[in-house]
């Protein structure tokens, strides 16, 4: 999010990008940031605490990162820290092939960078332009080239063109990031990157790597059971002892096959860092993964990502087992539970098991979930057969979209899978149907899915997002960039979306730790039938300046059984002017970092009175509020009650411009909240002047007249220097009152949250 974006808000760091956003364990890397708001830089905040970023002294925006010898390979989130708080994470990959030179100036074909066997780059995307590099080429030897972008948070849509010496093009792919092919003549070949969508810019950044050894399209059964040694089909190019196989990647190659033993943790290292992009979606977080790379000959593989269960785990057999004129379902019988890795096949593939009347299982296909671009169909069926007739199947049920999102546009958490609970009408036969509504032509093993059925165990699923900033009107169509910023005094909302799993329902409560000195945080307790609630954080007025990681905890019971589910975070990943424009892309966050500024929350508002305000049912609930306005904060505003659904109806309350104290009433009868204890808070927004650190200015003016006074009483050898530093003086004077000036702002405000009983009407 640019400033632009931001101007109607108060100022918080939003990291735009960092580059190059890599380094090797065991070294030392520089690398720069650029986004908003990044004043007062103090540290780099990586979600691995051993990985450290400091400011590079006499660099602006540098900073000398160290990572340790002992990491693993992986993606990281990198945050800013300075004087606003915490910006929002980038990725930052951990990688144990250091990269070559930055490619800066290699923006023709004249001036291309040459990539060794092996050699990696970074580089950028310039607007509407190219990067260009050359390697060695043998005619009929196969060349393949892997370019990575969006799954480092870059915004470039890789093509990627092979052309000869002569100009002349050989190979060209979109999207897909990998560029296999083989070369038409002895020579240089040419490798241009650019943008798909013909963009560009400083966050169109990519890594570039002249791949020698093996490369892993996916590995078929998507699924490994802990603890034990899997065997596993690799799909993939320049596998040692591979075969050809009939199977495609997605530039349309023919990928070559070879069986391996993979072995498996009992414990799957789920706090590993990130390997791939999949990860990143909000749904993902559903399952447990697991990153694999074969250690061959030719060296080690790209990372491949592995769910990880501890079920028996079935295989489909590649399409060599399958011929492909055959028309019937691609069906292997099973025994249940099972976990099961497929591929979608046409017209379908799935599993056949046994079960008696009134067996009850639940049934999830995960595909979608797992990254890739299908729209699974399910369906149910039961064997039919009498003496007379040949056996037929029979349609019992179709299973669900996991469509419905609990989280909101800011973290997208639905998915295209599905998923059910299935109870036997009767003994027999069954089988579970996979189709891809998306891809209904040939199979192909880059779809491929997972198929999980086993007994219901009621579950939940949690996100937690900040709360986005007021909209400035009604027609205002933007999504932001943001995470909690505290100010003194104040109190911001992160904002809680569940998923009740198979059968779970109840209440969800949702609680807080990690709590620094003068941070306290409110519980979200999500009634019976919602989806969504809020967790309040509030600083006391001498709370210091400072950024902390925020765990979230939700709990909930299903008869005696206490389910403690850790809560997810993430957020927007780019800034969106209008978002019937342009979609909102959200991804999840490794941690919940919130920040709190060295200034003042502009308007506080905190109930006075008893400790805990009491009223009865269907009466009037008086609520008094002491509001305290700062810098130019003082005209009329509305608070809103909230914390409960029953709320809605409750009227909002005027606050009269400069007021400092007002009383909300709460009708009851209207808004008629349950017998008992709840804790609710008062919302809403106001527009006011904001001046941006207006003791710098003071600060600045005391600098000059020191500096002009050193000019006054400077020989004549020190008065050039002197004069010089004056000059430098005047400048920083000019800045902090520019940036002091007072600006329109509308900032959303919350009340401290406060505790009300209601008591029975009679």
């Known amino acids: 999010m640019g400033s632009a974006m931001a101007s109607a808000q108060l100022p918080q760091p939003v990291l735009n990008t960092v580059f190059p956003p890599a380094a090797a364990p065991g070294t030392t890397h520089v690398v720069s940031v650029q986004g908003s708001d990044l004043d007062e830089p103090v540290a780099l905040l990586f979600a691995d605490p051993r990985i450290t970023g400091r400011p590079r002294p006499g660099a602006p925006n540098a900073f000398d990162v160290v990572v340790p010898a002992e990491l693993t390979a992986g993606f990281v989130d990198v945050r800013f820290a300075g004087r606003f708080g915490v910006s929002n994470p980038r990725v930052f990959w951990v990688h144990h092939a250091p990269s070559g030179a930055l490619a800066t100036t290699n923006t023709t074909a004249a001036s291309a960078l040459r990539l060794a066997p092996g050699a990696s780059a970074w580089g950028r995307v310039a ?42 093009e050989w190979a060209r792919v979109r999207r897909s990031g990998i560029l296999d092919f083989v070369p038409l003549a002895d020579g240089p070949a040419r490798i241009q990157v650019l943008d798909a969508q013909f963009r560009g810019g400083d966050d169109s950044f990519f890594r570039i790597e002249h791949v020698v050894g093996p490369h892993v399209d996916l590995a078929l059964p998507c699924v490994v059971q802990a603890g034990q040694t899997n065997r596993v089909t690799l799909l993939g190019r320049r596998l040692p002892g591979g075969i050809p196989s009939s199977m495609q990647g997605g530039d349309g190659i023919r990928l070559e096959h070879v069986l391996v033993d993979v072995v498996v943790p009992a414990t799957a290292a789920s706090s590993q860092p990130w390997p791939v992009d999949q990860l990143r979606r909000a749904a993902s977080a559903s399952w447990t993964p697991w990153a694999w790379s074969w250690s061959t000959t030719n060296g080690p593989s790209n990372p491949v990502l592995l769910a990880v269960t501890t079920l028996p785990v079935a295989a489909q057999p590649l399409p060599e087992a399958h011929p492909s004129a055959s028309r019937a ?48 169909l399910v369906i149910v069926q039961r064997e039919e057969s009498t003496r007379d007739q040949p056996s037929r199947w029979t349609d019992v049920t179709e299973l669900p979209e996991l469509d419905a999102n609990p989280a909101a546009a800011e973290l997208n958490a639905s998915s295209r899978d599905a998923a059910g609970r299935f109870e036997a009408p009767q003994d027999g036969r069954y089988r579970v149907l996979v189709r891809d509504a998306f891809n209904p032509g040939p199979a192909s093993a880059r779809r491929p899915f997972r198929l999980t059925i086993r007994k219901p165990s009621p579950d939940l699923r949690a996100w937690a997002w900040a709360q986005p900033p007021p909209k400035s009107n009604n027609d205002d169509r933007r999504a932001h960039v943001t995470t909690p910023t505290l100010r003194r005094g ?102 919940l970092w919130v920040g709190i500024a060295p200034e003042h929350e502009p308007v506080s508002v905190v109930a006075t009175g008893a400790e805990v305000l009491e009223a009865k049912a269907g009466s009037k609930l008086t609520v008094p509020v002491r509001i305290q306005r700062r810098y130019e ?62 003791e710098a200015v003071v600060a600045a003016q005391a600098a000059l007249k020191t500096a002009k006074d050193a000019v006054a009483a400077a020989t004549a050898t020190d008065k050039p220097k002197a004069e010089q530093r004056a000059k430098d003086a005047e400048a920083a004077l000019k800045s902090a009152e520019e940036r002091a000036k007072p600006r329109d702002a509308t900032v959303g405000v919350w009340s401290a949250p406060f505790r009300v009983r209601i008591l029975p009407a009679k």
């Open 329 to 376: 379902p691609f069906v292997v019988p099973v025994t249940l539970p099972v976990d099961v890795g497929g591929w979608f096949t046409s017209p379908s593939s799935g599993v056949s098991f046994e079960a008696k009347k009134g067996d009850t299982w639940w049934i999830d296909v995960s595909a979608d979930r797992l990254g890739h671009v299908v729209d699974p």
């Open 490 to 591: 104040g109190t911001v909302p992160v904002r809680v979306g569940i998923a009740r799993l198979e059968g779970l329902d109840g209440p969800v409560e949702v609680v807080a730790s990690g709590l620094p000195k003068g941070v306290a945080a409110s519980r979200a307790l999500i009634p019976a039938g919602q989806s969504s609630g809020t967790i309040l954080l509030t600083t006391a007025e001498d709370a210091p300046a400072t950024s902390f990681m925020l765990s979230l905890k939700a709990t909930a019971t299903h008869g005696d059984r206490r389910i403690e589910r850790p809560v997810a975070s993430g957020g927007v990943q780019w800034a969106v002017a209008d978002f019937n424009q342009e979609p909102i892309a959200s991804r999840l966050h490794q941690a």
């Open 127 to 168: 607007t509407a332009g190219s990067a260009w590099f050359s390697l060695d080429a043998t005619k009929g030897s196969r060349v393949i080239v892997r370019v990575t972008a969006p799954e480092i948070d870059s915004r470039l849509s890789p093509m990627i063109v092979a052309s000869g010496p002569d100009g002349r």
């Open 633 to 694: 904060f003082t005209g009329a505003f509305n608070l809103k009650p909230a914390g409960h659904p029953a709320l809605d109806k409750a009227k909002d309350v005027a606050v009269p411009e400069k007021a400092t104290n007002a009383v909300v009433e709460i009708a009851l009868a209207e808004a008629a909240l349950p017998e008992g204890e709840h804790v609710l808070w008062l919302q809403g927004q106001v527009a006011g002047k904001y001046r941006n650190q207006p």
